[in-house]
């Protein structure tokens, strides 16, 4: 049924169809760009109309409501924001990187397939999907393992963020990992050395670059992460003091606020604010993954 | 060849629907079409601790007046406020008063029309504990102690109760997200205009969590709408002041005011409302609409 279609048609076709690819690859730059600016100018009326920077950076007093003086501290957001993201790190990168060593170095081809559907299925679970878990199954769970007053806290939104960043650091380490030519290995079998010694004197040097690239999406998947933490690290404004006080984040305090604010006040501009302060952040994790990886490479050929 | 003839009227069919999808699309952002096609659409919007109570209004007008569709959302009072100041709902649910600046702010928008206020139903906001913790009463000052900014009650000992599964003894403050009307009458009404909330309780976006999480929490105090309670939790009463008798939340008392927490559910309308939007606030304050009040868990405004 289908005809040929005729050879000026699809002559003239080429140049549209390299074009529509080329706007393909451009398109991410202006998003980025576009998105940077869009947030930005919905931010920058705040600096001048009211917020105080030094007070943002460092009361800990969120009242942006407050009838009597709304305060703008953030100290407390960002103390949970980093606190939850230390934790799950702690718990995700060694986590991940093992799972991806066992699977590739370790495990027979068989189980490794059965392993890696099984753990990236873990990585389609809607992030919503995650808080429930941590706020109806782990919240009893920890209260009565620790003795905790609430279960839903910073140890809480750590498992459920290392929970959600090992598919990732585990996929990409894995990926690093196999990247290493078998020629390597090989040498080192040849020498005498041991799986282990492999793994820690060959793969390690030679795969860094990807596992630390792996380790670092890990970071940007865990700080941008709002719906879990939202459900499961309490949402409360407070400086933790132990890994069972519950905390809140900077992006739950923007999904929990923002709908309520009106538009172009200096709530809605302080949230801008703080979605510029992320921005920032993510921005600058990738941007030294980016050097630390560039600088590794620039040794190695020299 | 086949497919050449029907191109031109696909996408004329697509850029039909993009334009009248953009002409509605200035006048009402967030309706989506009605269900029944030619229906009018009346869009609520606001408070959570009503949420349930306008979904059943809504529902049970259906089947009065199949030809208007009422949308519900929740989200919290200030939600619905800030919807209406911008003018894109027909009735925002609030379960608090709006404030004067709200006010002021709404009549500006809509060409100096002030919001019309209609309460709708009563509420006595209680006060919820673990279904495990033998209090039973507490004082409003007591209770402002806990909630409030620099308050100095934050063991359950300091109350003289001992709750079973609160190793800890930390009373574990649960609350509203403040974009909730809730949130903003506890702070009233408990601490005052002039006093915050003591920064760290646990913020939660429904009344239903709140209830919820109290009742997985042995420490937990929480407060939350007459009509969420549930056998995991145990609301306690109020007293006004020390040495005066606590009331229990009823009916009874949130009707009488003798619960230190009653307090009245409004819908607000941008200003005299449309006559198929008077028509619904009609039938939601008459028997029948009153009626759904009672068999949500909450207080008819002239009692039942």
Excluded at chain 1, 2 to 19: D, G, T, Y
Excluded at chain 2, 59 to 69: H, I
Excluded at chain 2, 115 to 123: C, I, N, W
Excluded at chain 2, 143 to 151: M, N, Q, S, T, V
């Amino acid at each position: 049924m289908r005809r040929r279609l005729p050879h000026w048609v699809s002559r003239s076709f080429e140049p549209l169809i390299e074009w529509t690819i080329r706007l393909c690859g451009w398109s991410a730059i202006f998003f980025v760009f576009g998105i940077l600016f869009f947030v930005f100018r919905e931010a920058a009326p705040a600096l001048t109309s009211g917020l105080n920077l030094k007070e943002f950076f460092t009361s800990q007093n969120w009242r942006p409501d407050s009838t009597i003086q709304p305060q703008f501290g953030i100290l407390a957001l960002m103390a949970g924001t980093a606190s939850v993201t230390l934790l799950a790190m702690a718990i995700a990168v060694p986590g991940g990187l093992g799972a991806a060593i066992f699977v590739s170095e370790y495990c027979a081809p068989k189980t490794r397939e059965g392993l890696k559907i099984v753990i990236e299925f873990l990585a389609a679970i809607p992030s919503v999907v995650w808080g429930f878990v941590g706020a109806m199954v782990l919240n009893p769970l920890i209260i009565t393992a620790t003795g905790a007053p609430i279960g839903i806290n910073i140890l809480n939104g750590g498992i459920i963020l290392a929970l959600m960043s090992v598919p990732i650091i585990m996929s990409v380490g894995e990926d690093a990992l196999r990247a290493v030519p078998d020629t390597y290995r090989e040498a080192a079998v040849a020498l005498g050395a041991s799986r282990w010694q492999i793994v820690y004197k060959v793969l390690f040097p030679a795969a860094k670059n990807g596992l630390l690239a792996a380790a670092l999406l890990g970071v940007g998947r865990a700080v941008g992460e709002t719906m879990a933490v939202l459900m499961a690290t309490g949402h409360a404004v407070q400086i933790p003091h132990s890994l069972l006080d519950p905390v809140r984040t900077l992006t739950a305090t923007i999904a929990a606020e923002l709908g309520e604010t009106v538009e172009g006040g200096l709530h809605y501009r302080v949230l801008f604010v703080i979605g510029s302060l992320l921005m920032i952040m993510t921005l600058a994790v990738n941007l030294t993954a980016d050097l630390i990886v560039k600088g590794i490479r620039g040794r190695q050929d020299a | 060849m086949r497919y050449t003839r029907l191109t031109p009227i696909t996408t004329l069919a697509c850029a039909a629907s993009l334009i009248v999808g953009c002409s509605r699309g200035e006048k009402r952002d967030t309706a989506s079409p009605p269900a029944a096609g030619s229906g009018v659409v009346i869009r609520i919007t606001g408070s959570d601790t009503m949420v349930n109570l306008v979904q059943a209004w809504a529902e049970n007008y259906k089947k009065k007046r199949p030809d208007v569709s009422v949308q519900v959302a929740g989200g919290g009072s200030g939600v619905g406020i800030a919807g209406l100041i911008d003018g894109i709902l027909d009735l925002a649910a609030s379960s608090r008063e709006m404030e004067p600046s709200e006010i002021e702010r709404a009549t500006q928008k809509h060409g100096g029309v002030k919001p019309k206020e209609y309460a709708v139903a009563l509420d006595a906001l209680s006060v919820y504990v673990h279904k495990d913790n033998p209090l039973e009463a507490i004082a409003v000052e007591d209770l402002a102690e806990i909630y409030g900014d620099k308050g100095k009650i934050d063991k359950w000992s300091q109350l003289g109760v001992k709750v079973p599964g609160c190793a800890s003894d930390t009373i574990v403050r649960v609350g509203r997200q403040n974009s909730s009307g809730t949130y903003v009458y506890f702070r009233e009404a408990v601490l005052g205009r002039q006093r915050e909330y003591k920064l760290g309780s646990i913020d939660q976006s429904g009344s239903k969590d709140v209830v919820a999480l109290v009742g997985r929490t042995p420490c937990a105090i929480g407060y939350s709408g007459m009509a969420y309670a549930t056998p995991e939790v145990k609301p306690i009463k109020l007293a006004k002041q020390k040495g005066q008798p606590p009331v229990a939340p009823s009916s009874q008392s949130a009707l009488d005011k003798s619960y230190p927490l009653a307090r009245a559910l409004y819908l607000y309308s941008p200003g005299e409302p449309k006559p198929h939007v008077k028509e619904f606030l009609d039938w939601v304050l008459s028997p029948e609409g009153q009626k759904i009040v009672t068999d949500i868990g909450f207080v008819p405004v002239h009692g039942s």
